[in-house]
């Protein structure tokens, strides 16, 4: 009978092997944390008028780095744009800045308090859109709002009153008593926008929030992020380029993890507005043209198809700001007795800037500067 | 305090509009008020047959049909508990809501315990009106059992639910799946249940302890009107130690997303 019990006794703490959790939350627990200092200086910051203060933030999930030494400020009052193809570490990135997860190292400060010490201050502080809403089916729009109140910790008498202006804001009133089940998807993308601002938080972080909203209702809900600008701090992500031009004072580019540009919209257009490229088609052997292209001064970045059946190849040639080399192409063509069929120039678009930025250097010609 | 109110109310008014709630409470409902009535035809039955058979009735009839109610309690229970819990934190983790709740002001402990306190609550009402039953029984029956005996037995069905839940959500927390959640702690409460089953009255220190552990063990003192200290000290530290998992669990989950 003993063997048996325990045998049973086993059993069970093996059934609830769950418990490794709590060995894990021991491990990490041990964290050493930061002293006092930091959250005074912190304070300062806030007068500095930078309202999130990011610096060297990594987050890795196991061997993969989701976060690599991550360091950017949003100003108090400005919108911060978030660009990057899709697992480039932007929601990850949200999640760290909105105290849902612990970073691996660094530090991050929202309204002066730290994200990881004074998680409940900094959650005080901010409305968080996910990328998914994080609304409840069963509950009405109103409901749900009201209970994000209580759970922000707003002021009982002020409940009604700001459920009414977001709802406003937001373009739901005629939803207020819908259940959100019954919402179609652009409307429960809305239902958690207003989530995120009901409680007129210093700091709005939105992930992707024009995602599943039709073209009207994107330029909506742009123009509302832009109202809120000023009176309130946002960070918001996309991978739609023009979302950024249109809404956001500063963008920053990222891409596996890494910041690959800050700068504002225009900067970032008119930098490398200078930047051209030329694009060659031209009937010609396919190593020699390549080696004359090469020899052109101020030509960098060369890029040469394989020949079309017709035999005609296309070319793409990057040059310096301020050089236009179009005539020595193509004089050097001309000069070998190849057929020239089209040469001109190309300005690139944020997109390509984004592309270039973003795409992998192995598949892509190195940028000239 | 507001935050904890805040989850609890929430809860309490996410049951009563999904389905979930309403169908643990009737299936609860209909099995307690069948089997109370044959309980009582099956008593009646018997203690008519002993009078024409002219034996003296010795036996204490309603006694017995409390004791087998409240084993029946205590069985429906361990089906129905896990129902209650299994949404708590899988189904607000498949629908993305835990990420709202854990970046807004609330700790984990007032997350937990606010669920907690809708769940019990909601199982303090389910329980509630079977009490009529019972009660009404006593009012007409000979010899009248004492109240004490009715208090004792609610009372335990009352802190095994307590541990049932407690032991619920914490499977909850750890699965994103409801219908893993319900498998998982209707097996937990189940080998809590049957632990002693080899050992009962064995007086070897294995066999005590597994007693001891065995959930069911102390709800039996509870049915015959006993309420035991090492019982209660049970039924109060197991809720407690889970609902200190379930928090510790919640909390872990900042760490553990990939």
Same mark, same amino acid.
């Given at each position: 009978?003993?063997?048996?019990?325990?045998?049973?006794?086993?059993?069970?703490?093996?059934?609830?092997?769950?418990?490794?959790?709590?060995?894990?939350?021991?491990?990490?627990?041990?964290?050493?944390?930061?002293?006092?200092?930091?959250?005074?200086?912190?304070?300062?910051?806030?007068?500095?008028?930078?309202?999130?203060?990011?610096?060297?933030?990594?987050?890795?999930?196991?061997?993969?780095?989701?976060?690599?030494?991550?360091?950017?400020?949003?100003?108090?009052?400005?919108?911060?744009?978030?660009?990057?193809?899709?697992?480039?570490?932007?929601?990850?990135?949200?999640?760290?800045?909105?105290?849902?997860?612990?970073?691996?190292?660094?530090?991050?400060?929202?309204?002066?308090?730290?994200?990881?010490?004074?998680?409940?201050?900094?959650? +005080?502080?901010?409305?968080?859109?996910?990328?998914?809403?994080?609304?409840?089916?069963?509950?009405?729009?109103?409901?749900?709002?009201?209970?994000?109140?209580?759970?922000?910790?707003?002021?009982?008498?002020?409940?009604?009153?700001?459920?009414?202006?977001?709802?406003?804001?937001?373009?739901?009133?005629?939803?207020?008593?819908?259940?959100?089940?019954?919402?179609?998807?652009?409307?429960?993308?809305?239902?958690?926008?207003?989530?995120?601002?009901?409680?007129?938080?210093?700091?709005?972080?939105?992930?992707?929030?024009?995602?599943?909203?039709?073209?009207?209702?994107?330029?909506?809900? +742009?123009?509302?992020?832009?109202?809120?600008?000023?009176?309130?701090?946002?960070?918001?992500?996309?991978?739609?380029?023009?979302?950024?031009?249109?809404?956001?004072?500063?963008?920053?580019?990222?891409?596996?993890?890494?910041?690959?540009?800050?700068?504002?919209?225009?900067?970032?257009?008119?930098?490398?507005?200078?930047?051209?490229?030329?694009?060659?088609?031209? +009937?010609?052997?396919?190593?020699?043209?390549?080696?004359?292209?090469?020899?052109?001064?101020?030509?960098?970045?060369?890029?040469?198809?394989?020949?079309?059946?017709?035999?005609?190849?296309?070319?793409?040639?990057?040059?310096?700001?301020?050089?236009?080399?179009?005539?020595?192409?193509?004089?050097?063509?001309?000069?070998?007795?190849?057929?020239?069929?089209?040469?001109?120039?190309?300005?690139?678009?944020?997109?390509?800037?984004?592309?270039?930025?973003?795409?992998?250097?192995?598949?892509?010609?190195?940028?000239?500067? | 305090?507001?935050?904890?109110?805040?989850?609890?109310?929430?809860?309490?008014?996410?049951?009563?509009?999904?389905?979930?709630?309403?169908?643990?409470?009737?299936?609860?409902?209909?099995?307690?008020?069948?089997?109370?009535?044959?309980?009582?035809?099956?008593?009646?039955?018997?203690?008519?047959?002993?009078?024409?058979?002219?034996?003296?009735?010795?036996?204490?009839?309603?006694?017995?049909?409390?004791?087998?109610?409240?084993?029946?309690?205590?069985? %429906?229970?361990?089906?129905?508990?896990?129902?209650?819990?299994?949404?708590?934190?899988?189904?607000?983790?498949?629908?993305?809501?835990?990420?709202?709740?854990?970046?807004?002001?609330?700790?984990?402990?007032?997350?937990?315990?606010?669920?907690?306190?809708?769940?019990?609550?909601?199982?303090?009402?389910?329980?509630?009106?079977?009490?009529?039953?019972?009660?009404?029984?006593?009012?007409?029956?000979?010899?009248?059992?004492?109240?004490?005996?009715?208090?004792?037995?609610?009372?335990?069905?009352?802190?095994?639910?307590?541990?049932?839940?407690?032991?619920?959500?914490?499977?909850?927390? %750890? /699965?994103?799946?409801?219908?893993?959640?319900?498998?998982?702690?209707?097996?937990?409460?189940?080998?809590?249940?049957?632990?002693?089953?080899?050992?009962?009255?064995?007086?070897?220190?294995?066999?005590?302890? %597994?007693?001891?552990?065995?959930?069911?063990?102390?709800?039996?003192?509870? /049915?015959?009107?006993?309420?035991?200290?090492?019982?209660?000290?049970?039924?109060?530290?197991?809720?407690?130690?889970?609902?200190?998992?379930?928090?510790?669990?919640?909390?872990?989950?900042?760490?553990?997303?990939?």
């Amino acid at each position: 009978m003993d063997a048996l019990g325990a045998s049973l006794v086993a059993c069970w703490i093996l059934g609830l092997g769950g418990i490794f959790n709590f060995a894990e939350f021991l491990v990490y627990k041990g964290r050493p944390g930061e002293n006092w200092e930091v959250g005074f200086f912190s304070l300062i910051g806030i007068w500095g008028n930078a309202l999130i203060e990011v610096e060297d933030l990594t987050k890795a999930y196991g061997s993969v780095t989701a976060v690599d030494h991550v360091s950017f400020t949003v100003n108090n009052g400005e919108i911060l744009g978030f660009l990057g193809p899709n697992g480039a570490g932007k929601t990850t990135t949200m999640r760290i800045l909105t105290g849902y997860m612990p970073a691996t190292s660094g530090t991050a400060r929202v309204a002066g308090f730290d994200v990881f010490e004074d998680s409940l201050e900094v959650r +005080r502080h901010i409305g968080y859109l996910p990328e998914a809403p994080p609304v409840y089916p069963d509950m009405s729009v109103e409901t749900y709002l009201d209970f994000v109140l209580r759970i922000k910790n707003a002021p009982a008498e002020t409940r009604r009153s700001r459920v009414t202006e977001a709802l406003e804001k937001t373009n739901l009133a005629d939803k207020r008593k819908e259940l959100i089940k019954r919402l179609s998807r652009g409307y429960k993308q809305r239902v958690g926008l207003a989530q995120a601002l009901v409680h007129d938080p210093d700091v709005i972080i939105l992930d992707e929030p024009t995602v599943g909203l039709d073209p009207k209702q994107i330029i909506e809900v +742009r123009n509302l992020i832009k109202g809120l600008a000023g009176s309130h701090t946002i960070i918001l992500s996309t991978h739609i380029l023009p979302e950024v031009s249109m809404t956001c004072d500063r963008v920053v580019i990222i891409n596996k993890g890494k910041i690959a540009a800050v700068d504002t919209p225009q900067n970032l257009t008119a930098q490398l507005k200078g930047k051209q490229k030329i694009y060659v088609d031209v +009937r010609a052997p396919e190593k020699p043209l390549a080696e004359l292209l090469a020899h052109v001064p101020g030509a960098s970045g060369i890029e040469v198809s394989p020949a079309r059946a017709d035999g005609h190849l296309t070319a793409t040639v990057e040059v310096l700001p301020g050089n236009d080399i179009r005539s020595q192409i193509a004089a050097g063509i001309v000069g070998k007795g190849w057929a020239l069929y089209e040469l001109r120039g190309i300005s690139l678009s944020l997109e390509d800037i984004f592309l270039e930025l973003t795409t992998d250097d192995a598949t892509h010609a190195q940028p000239s500067n | 305090m507001r935050s904890l109110y805040a989850i609890y109310r929430k809860e309490m008014g996410q049951y009563f509009v999904s389905p979930v709630a309403y169908v643990v409470v009737a299936v609860f409902l209909v099995f307690s008020g069948f089997f109370f009535y044959l309980y009582v035809s099956a008593a009646q039955r018997q203690s008519l047959e002993m009078l024409m058979q002219g034996m003296p009735s010795d036996v204490d009839m309603p006694g017995e049909v409390i004791r087998a109610f409240f084993g029946l309690l205590s069985t %429906l229970i361990l089906f129905l508990a896990p129902m209650l819990t299994m949404g708590a934190y899988a189904e607000e983790r498949k629908r993305g809501t835990m990420e709202l709740l854990m970046t807004s002001p609330v700790t984990e402990t007032q997350i937990v315990v606010g669920k907690y306190l809708a769940s019990l609550t909601l199982f303090a009402a389910m329980l509630l009106p079977s009490s009529v039953y019972v009660a009404y029984m006593c009012f007409h029956s000979e010899p009248r059992p004492p109240w004490s005996i009715l208090l004792a037995g609610y009372l335990g069905a009352l802190l095994l639910g307590a541990s049932l839940l407690a032991i619920g959500s914490f499977v909850s927390s %750890l /699965t994103e799946s409801q219908l893993i959640a319900f498998v998982l702690s209707f097996a937990a409460s189940l080998m809590l249940w049957v632990l002693d089953f080899g050992v009962r009255g064995a007086d070897t220190v294995v066999g005590q302890v %597994l007693q001891y552990v065995s959930v069911i063990h102390h709800n039996d003192d509870f /049915t015959r009107g006993i309420i035991d200290t090492s019982s209660l000290v049970y039924y109060v530290s197991v809720p407690l130690l889970f609902i200190f998992l379930t928090a510790r669990s919640v909390d872990s989950m900042r760490w553990r997303r990939a």
